[in-house]
């Protein structure tokens, strides 16, 4: 079975050149076997709670924190087109509370962020590094989508939720790896990162460097709706 992970570096390595012309992302009728039989309808993988997210923020005055709030689950719905895409049309990525501590934001309090969650702003459209024939059990492959991140903060008293502007992260890089295991499990990693600047939150904080590193699987073999 081929280690997601592994294949990564693969993608880093080959690169993928850029599709020319317009592509129609309507799903594929056709049949096949493998991969490409399950991807003919939208899949639904759950997110693992093994997953991750990492942002680097600086505070006003100069001050560092990295923040890393656990991934809760999610879930990511995939597919392919007649003309060989792969769309990643939704990813969900509820996340823990954030609590900044007293001197960051607030001279004298900690800062609690709520509600937080992660999703796409924009389908992530992936041309594989290769046609996927219908004996495939993998496929890998580059692809662009906005982020949204949608964030609310507690009251200093912890008595009300105040909900905060969306930030939108144009374009993110994504690195995407599927595998259909022995046990007709699809597997799924989406990695993207942001090298520096990601967001600037007016004179508060400045937020640099993010990772988003997802692990998901559909939960029987025939998590397909």
């Keep these: ?25 309507e799903p594929d009728a056709g049949g096949g076997g493998g991969l490409a039989e399950r991807l003919r309808k939208r899949a639904h ?33 995939l597919r392919t087109t007649a003309d060989g895409w792969l769309l990643v049309e939704e990813l969900d990525l509820p996340l823990d509370d954030v609590t900044v501590p007293a001197g960051v934001l607030s001279p004298s309090r900690p800062v609690t962020f709520t509600d937080l969650s992660i999703r796409l702003g924009t389908q992530l459209a992936v041309r594989p590094l290769a046609p996927l024939d219908p004996a495939d059990v993998s496929l890998a ?21 105040f909900p905060l502007a969306m930030r939108r992260i144009a374009d993110a ?53």
């Design 45 to 77: 993988l759950e997110v693992s709670t093994a997953s991750g997210v990492a942002v680097s923020a600086t505070a006003r005055g100069g001050q560092q924190l990295d923040v890393a709030p656990a991934v809760l689950g999610g879930e990511a719905v």
């Design 1 to 25: 079975m081929i280690a997601l992970r592994t294949l990564l570096p693969t993608l880093a390595l080959a690169g993928l050149a850029t599709a020319t012309g317009a592509c129609t992302f």
């Design 141 to 161: 492959g580059w692809g662009d989508a906005d982020l949204l991140l949608d964030w609310s903060m507690v009251s200093w008293d912890g008595q009300d939720v």
């Design 173 to 225: 890089p994504f690195a995407v790896a599927l595998e259909l295991d022995a046990d007709g499990v699809l597997r799924a990693s989406l990695t993207a990162h942001v090298d520096g600047v990601v967001d600037n939150l007016g004179e508060l904080v400045v937020l640099r460097d993010l990772s988003v590193d997802v692990l998901g699987a559909t939960a029987s073999p025939a998590v397909v709706r």
